[in-house]
């Protein structure tokens, strides 16, 4: 499971801990935080495009030009971040407009302060200075990757093409999610990868790569640039949206749920019939909705439980029961920090150095809970939390019938046995 199915629509995304880095090209102001860092890459020929036409979701996007007779245009670089990270995944929407014809498009870079990309194009890594993962498009718009390591055969970097199921090509004139990830090598060892996946499928994927002989060089910046395999017979441009990187797996957006009020008075244990765990088992059209509320992803299933329903047809009415439901997860939430808060400590799990132990939940917000455990405190995000755990400390705190049924609803809805 991606972090994008945790924010519909992309909404907070940048509020989750894993992610460094979120665009969307909304504020006026958008390029300041792009200038972050130790600034080598420019910014360069580009425009702020509004309106609902040519925005993926808000109103606004990025336009990067390729101009008749030129091999590059528009730039559109970070700075470099200190320290940087070991791992990186950049995910990123893009739209090319009618006749493209392909060429270089975005890369994550690990930069020493004295190398910078693509001045230092044709030069070897050493090792200490630099690495890049990159990914191009052939003159058919097919995803490609081209990267400077430790082991390619000359100056310039090696290249790719997808190895993971069938070839896919780009499609000009509507959205396409792209998401590319890196991994570092330990010093000496032959352990660094990267990935590539299109519209959420992994479509390539390399292993065994050598990027570095030191732990100072780290992934600290990401860029977009609009370049062409030849020089461009006339004006061309693509717009790119909705970037995010993170140190995980991002995958694609996902819609924002559709708020349905629930009827007043309507009992939740009628919302679920008894059977209706075997029923999801056999609907197919339900079957991403069921996955992602055995995930734990509660947010999305609604989501999806509430597209289902907007098709219409017999089962509209029993898909949006679901999504009610699942909606009140929040509730066993305020449950738990309820109960903490009046200082009860109910007990669970956590992981201390890769040993699971037993500890008390000395406190718990909106945020986290924090489990006492052998001296140690250990945070815990509420998406951490697997449905078990998050059911277990919710019955321990539960107080009431009302309460219990609930709990028995969701986890009739989540796919849990009783």
Same mark, same amino acid.
């Given at each position: 499971?991606?972090?994008?199915?945790?924010?519909?629509?992309?909404?907070?995304?940048?509020?989750?801990?894993?992610?460094?880095?979120?665009?969307?090209?909304?504020?006026?102001?958008?390029?300041?935080?792009?200038?972050?860092?130790?600034?080598?890459?420019?910014?360069?020929?580009?425009?702020?495009?509004?309106?609902?036409?040519?925005?993926?979701?808000?109103?606004?996007?990025?336009?990067?030009?390729?101009?008749?007779?030129?091999?590059?245009?528009?730039?559109?670089?970070?700075?470099?971040?200190?320290?940087?990270?070991?791992?990186?995944?950049?995910?990123?929407?893009?739209?090319?407009?009618?006749?493209?014809?392909?060429?270089?498009?975005?890369?994550?870079?690990?930069?020493?302060?004295?190398?910078?990309?693509?001045?230092?194009?044709?030069?070897?890594?050493?090792?200490?200075?630099?690495?890049?993962?990159?990914?191009?498009?052939?003159?058919?718009?097919?995803?490609?990757?081209?990267?400077?390591?430790?082991?390619?055969?000359?100056?310039?970097?090696?290249?790719?093409?997808?190895?993971?199921?069938?070839?896919?090509?780009?499609?000009?004139?509507?959205?396409?999610? !792209?998401?590319? *990830?890196?991994?570092?090598?330990?010093? =000496? %060892?032959?352990?660094? #990868?990267?990935?590539?996946? &299109? /519209?959420?499928?992994?479509?390539?994927?390399?292993?065994?790569?050598?990027?570095?002989?030191?732990?100072?060089?780290?992934?600290?910046?990401?860029?977009?640039?609009?370049?062409?395999?030849?020089?461009?017979?006339?004006?061309?441009?693509?717009?790119?949206?909705?970037?995010?990187?993170?140190?995980?797996?991002?995958?694609?957006?996902?819609?924002?749920?559709?708020?349905?009020?629930?009827?007043?008075?309507?009992?939740?244990?009628?919302?679920?019939?008894?059977?209706?765990?075997?029923?999801?088992?056999?609907?197919?059209?339900?079957?991403?909705?069921?996955?992602?509320?055995?995930?734990?992803?509660?947010?999305?299933?609604?989501?999806?439980?509430?597209?289902?329903?907007?098709?219409?047809?017999?089962?509209?009415?029993?898909? !949006?029961?679901? *999504?009610?439901?699942?909606?009140?997860? =929040? %509730?066993?939430?305020? #449950?738990?920090?309820?109960? &903490? /808060?009046?200082?009860?400590?109910?007990?669970?799990?956590?992981?201390?150095?890769?040993?699971?132990?037993?500890?008390?939940?000395?406190?718990?917000?909106?945020?986290?809970?924090?489990?006492?455990?052998?001296?140690?405190?250990?945070?815990?995000?509420?998406?951490?939390?697997?449905?078990?755990?998050?059911?277990?400390?919710?019955?321990?705190?539960?107080?009431?019938?009302?309460?219990?049924?609930?709990?028995?609803?969701?986890?009739?809805?989540?796919?849990?046995?009783?």
């Amino acid at each position: 499971m991606g972090i994008a199915t945790r924010f519909p629509s992309d909404a907070g995304i940048s509020s989750d801990r894993s992610v460094v880095f979120f665009e969307g090209f909304e504020r006026a102001n958008w390029r300041n935080s792009w200038l972050e860092g130790n600034v080598r890459w420019r910014l360069r020929d580009l425009e702020r495009v509004e309106g609902r036409d040519v925005a993926l979701v808000g109103n606004a996007a990025c336009k990067l030009v390729l101009k008749a007779g030129q091999l590059y245009g528009s730039m559109l670089g970070s700075g470099k971040r200190k320290p940087g990270w070991k791992t990186m995944h950049m995910r990123w929407y893009v739209r090319f407009s009618p006749g493209y014809k392909g060429g270089k498009h975005a890369s994550i870079t690990a930069l020493d302060e004295r190398t910078w990309v693509p001045g230092d194009a044709g030069k070897r890594p050493t090792g200490t200075d630099k690495a890049v993962f990159m990914v191009c498009l052939d003159g058919e718009l097919r995803p490609q990757v081209y990267y400077y390591h430790l082991d390619q055969r000359g100056g310039y970097g090696s290249g790719g093409k997808q190895n993971v199921g069938g070839t896919v090509a780009l499609e000009t004139g509507r959205w396409h999610c !792209l998401e590319l *990830a890196v991994g570092m090598n330990d010093p =000496g %060892e032959r352990n660094g #990868w990267q990935k590539l996946w &299109v /519209n959420g499928q992994l479509k390539g994927e390399w292993k065994d790569l050598r990027w570095r002989t030191a732990e100072s060089l780290n992934w600290n910046s990401w860029s977009f640039l609009i370049g062409s395999n030849d020089k461009a017979p006339g004006e061309q441009f693509l717009l790119v949206d909705n970037v995010v990187v993170a140190t995980g797996y991002i995958g694609p957006m996902v819609k924002r749920p559709v708020k349905v009020a629930r009827k007043e008075g309507e009992s939740v244990w009628k919302l679920i019939a008894e059977k209706e765990r075997a029923r999801q088992a056999g609907d197919g059209s339900a079957g991403e909705a069921v996955r992602l509320a055995k995930a734990g992803d509660y947010a999305a299933a609604a989501a999806a439980y509430e597209e289902l329903a907007s098709g219409g047809g017999k089962d509209a009415e029993r898909f !949006l029961s679901m *999504a009610h439901v699942l909606k009140r997860v =929040g %509730e066993l939430r305020e #449950w738990i920090v309820d109960g &903490v /808060n009046a200082g009860r400590e109910p007990k669970t799990y956590v992981d201390i150095m890769g040993v699971r132990l037993r500890g008390k939940v000395v406190s718990a917000d909106e945020a986290r809970l924090t489990v006492a455990c052998m001296g140690n405190e250990v945070g815990l995000r509420w998406e951490e939390l697997s449905p078990a755990k998050l059911f277990s400390l919710a019955r321990k705190l539960a107080a009431g019938d009302e309460q219990e049924e609930l709990l028995r609803a969701l986890r009739k809805a989540c796919g849990m046995e009783d």
